[in-house]
């Protein structure tokens, strides 16, 4: 059994059981999403930036700006928390959805839109795309 990197306590706190190596991993995630977020020529920008749903907002300026406010300060939370201990449900869900937007513009970024796609992909990628995933995964079961 693997394992927990993420453990829900009693007290309703989320105690973060990742080694240095693994903050270093988030630590990296949160500042690209950040920085992706104040450099509109990061090759994640298009992605951070990009209507979810090009059908329903395209043209929203405000749902746009909604929409970035919220994931900037998601990301910056998280930044902040990458070394704590425990994290309160805030936190937790700042991490978990700056990790998701981490995921989702690395793998915009190197074109995998499919898993054929995702199979022919170098092995530190596809190996950043699991690491991603298997954080997302562990913590998502305590939030």
Do not use: C, K
């Not at 903050?23 to 992605?47: G, K, P, Q």
């Not at 090009?54 to 910056?76: F, G, K, V, W, Y």
Request: glycine share 4%; proline share 3%.
């Amino acid at each position: 059994m693997a394992p927990r990197l993420f453990v829900r306590r009693r007290d309703g706190r989320i105690e973060v059981r990742l080694n240095e190596a693994g903050r270093d991993v988030v630590r990296v995630a949160f500042r690209r999403v950040v920085a992706a977020e104040n450099d509109l020529d990061d090759e994640w920008s298009t992605t951070l930036n990009g209507p979810i749903d090009p059908s329903r907002d395209q043209d929203d300026p405000l749902l746009t700006l909604a929409r970035q406010h919220d994931m900037s300060s998601n990301a910056e939370l998280a930044l902040v928390t990458v070394d704590e201990p425990f994290l309160n449900d805030g936190e937790a869900w700042a991490w978990l959805s700056t990790l998701q937007v981490a995921l989702r513009a690395t793998a915009s970024a190197h074109g995998l839109i499919d898993e054929s796609r995702m199979e022919e992909a170098d092995d530190a990628v596809r190996g950043e795309i699991q690491v991603l995933q298997s954080l997302l995964f562990a913590l998502a079961d305590v939030v």
